[in-house]
């Protein structure tokens, strides 16, 4: 096993870089171990100090503690908490002064909701943030420093986000071996629905709905093959996480079992029809989705990059970055070339190399010039 190499190694002082992770639970835990085997030093917290104890015996984190010099820090609390605890740690990497040439000190999320978050939390060092990752284990105790390995991590940059931040969280989640892509809050919220939350939602009802049936007749679980496991994994996830969750993104996910139910109830005609061409048609267009599911990176010489002059001001890298996100065009790296003289830089961004044009000309719709290149191998 090869894994992510780190642009964020030790530095001229032969100093590790630092990072802080707040919840020390499944997902806190598990980039504490990917960052440590990146080389970086991770201080932890919990409310539960049992839980901070145990990250620290696990390997999670090198100490318990916060550490408001931290170079980029992680917040994963339940997602009711997130926006006071990232008010308040901001606060206090403000209130403490930093040496010159210091790297900057960023602070990012991994709550399952966004627009809540970002819109209470107005501050250019704060880039929300959401790995779409995790595990029926439960726990500090079921951390794994490969869970980000290929996963998508969406990225919700607002219109006060720093380009420096942006750049700076997009780099250490692409060291953890995740895929960054940009969506607005809004957006992320709407689309994390139908993928997400509607699903395990849908699973834990088919569970119910198996274990309902079970108590009469033990047989039944144990005639649980492959896809009924497959459908419901899901739904052995820690359940403490949905409450906020729901709550938080209640009109998204209304929306998305509506148009389940909507499915549903023309699944259930076609049956009763026993109209075997329609239902052969939705089956194969299933199919044909499920096997198309993006996957990856491109590799180099499938690549393109992409400069385009900007004004630097603040809200460019949520415009441009929502605005290739929303037609499905994954980022695959960005560097922002700040100008010497006068307010204004160069975005340079990596794309898929069949996505090149759609870009150009999205780009140009919004008062962009941009340039394409191809990347060499």
């Known amino acids: 096993m090869t894994y992510p190499s780190s642009e964020h190694g030790h530095g001229a002082t032969g100093m590790p870089p630092r990072a802080c992770i707040v919840g020390t639970g499944l997902i806190g835990g598990s980039i504490g171990m990917a960052?440590?085997?990146?080389?970086?030093?991770?201080?932890?917290t919990d409310a539960d100090a049992?839980?901070?104890g145990r990250a620290l015996e696990l390997g999670a984190i090198d100490r318990v503690g916060?550490?408001?010099?931290?170079?980029?820090?992680?917040?994963?609390v339940p997602a009711g908490a997130v926006?006071?605890?990232?008010?308040?740690?901001?606060?206090?990497?403000?209130?403490?002064?930093?040496?010159?040439?210091?790297?900057?000190?960023?602070?990012?999320?991994?709550?399952?909701?966004k627009e809540g978050i970002v819109r209470a939390v107005t501050h250019p060092r704060f880039v929300g943030g959401h790995?779409?990752?995790?595990?029926?284990?439960?726990?500090?105790?079921?951390?794994?420093?490969?869970?980000?390995?290929?996963?998508?991590?969406?990225?919700t940059p607002a219109d006060d986000t720093s380009a420096d931040a942006y750049s700076e969280v997009q780099s250490v989640v692409r060291a953890l071996g995740a895929n960054p892509v940009a969506l607005a809050p809004r957006r992320h919220d709407e689309l994390v629905a139908l993928v997400s939350h509607t699903p395990h939602l849908t699973a834990a009802a088919l569970m119910n709905l198996a274990a309902d049936v079970a108590?009469?007749?033990?047989?039944?679980?144990?005639?649980?093959?492959g896809g009924f496991r497959d459908m419901t994994r899901v739904a052995a996830g820690h359940p403490g996480i949905w409450p906020d969750v729901v709550a938080e993104n209640r009109e998204a996910i209304l929306s998305g079992l509506d148009r389940l139910c909507a499915r549903l109830e023309e699944l259930r005609g076609v049956v009763a029809r026993g109209d075997r061409a329609t239902l052969l048609r939705l089956l194969e267009r299933a199919r044909e989705g499920r096997v198309n599911l993006p996957t990856g990176a491109p590799a180099l010489e499938q690549a393109t990059e992409v400069r385009v002059p900007v004004?630097?001001?603040?809200?460019?890298?949520?415009?441009?970055?929502?605005?290739?996100?929303?037609?499905?065009?994954?980022?695959?790296?960005?560097?922002?070339?700040?100008?010497?003289?006068?307010?204004?830089?160069?975005?340079?961004?990596?794309?898929?190399?069949?996505?090149?044009?759609?870009?150009?000309?999205?780009l140009v719709g919004r008062g962009y010039r941009c340039a394409l290149r191809p990347m060499e191998p």
């Open 35 to 44: 960052l440590r085997r990146l080389g970086w030093w991770v201080t932890g």
């Open 50 to 52: 049992g839980r901070a």
């Open 66 to 76: 916060e550490d408001a010099s931290a170079r980029v820090t992680f917040v994963a």
């Open 83 to 113: 926006a006071g605890v990232v008010a308040r740690i901001l606060a206090a990497q403000d209130a403490r002064s930093q040496p010159p040439g210091a790297p900057m000190r960023v602070v990012t999320d991994v709550a399952g909701i």
């Open 131 to 155: 790995p779409m990752a995790g595990s029926e284990q439960e726990g500090v105790d079921g951390a794994d420093p490969d869970l980000f390995l290929g996963a998508t991590w969406v990225l």
């Open 215 to 225: 108590e009469s007749d033990a047989t039944l679980l144990r005639l649980a093959a």
């Open 311 to 362: 004004p630097d001001r603040p809200g460019v890298i949520a415009e441009v970055s929502t605005l290739l996100g929303g037609l499905g065009v994954n980022i695959f790296d960005v560097e922002i070339a700040h100008s010497a003289e006068g307010d204004r830089g160069v975005m340079v961004l990596v794309v898929d190399s069949r996505h090149g044009e759609t870009v150009r000309g999205a």
